[in-house]
Nanobody
Framework: QVQLVESGGGLVQAGDSLRVSCAASGRTLSIYGVGWFRQAPGNEREFVAAISWSGGSTRYADSVKGRFTISRDNPKNAVYLQMNSLKPEDTAVYYC???????????????????WGQGTQVTVSS
């Protein structure tokens, strides 16, 4: 079983950048597909970005395409979400999720993932 811990959230202004990290322990993350999801108050959890186990394939929600970049460093057992040109509507708790998978197709549905972190708050002020 893998444990996932997010970090790097915070309060920023619109237009700023922020990088959130997802660190894994317990098992190597290198054979896991990983996704980032977010949930704002009163809203359902929504897909943000996903990356295949090798890092060779990525997927993004339309709302973040061109602004966010997902990447991974398998030797460090970590996945990152670089967020640029942040908007107030990006305010949410950001969660990383993992599933053991050697598929080259990143998973975009939350019910495809088995493991979740506790989340990190990102707040973007206008």
């Amino acid at each position: 079983q893998v444990q996932l811990v997010e970090s790097g959230g915070g309060l920023v202004q619109a237009g700023d950048s922020l990088r959130v990290s997802c660190a894994a322990s317990g098992r190597t993350l290198s054979i896991y597909g990983v996704g980032w999801f977010r949930q704002a108050p009163g809203n359902e959890r929504e897909f943000v970005a996903a990356i295949s186990w090798s890092g060779g394939s990525t997927r993004y929600a339309d709302s973040v395409k061109g602004r966010f970049t997902i990447s991974r460093d398998n030797p460090k057992n970590a996945v990152y979400l670089q967020m640029n040109s942040l908007k107030p509507e990006d305010t949410a708790v950001y969660y990383c999720a993992g599933r053991r998978s050697l598929s080259t197709v990143p998973m975009v549905q939350s019910n495809e993932y088995d493991y979740w972190g506790q989340g990190t708050q990102v707040t973007v002020s206008s």
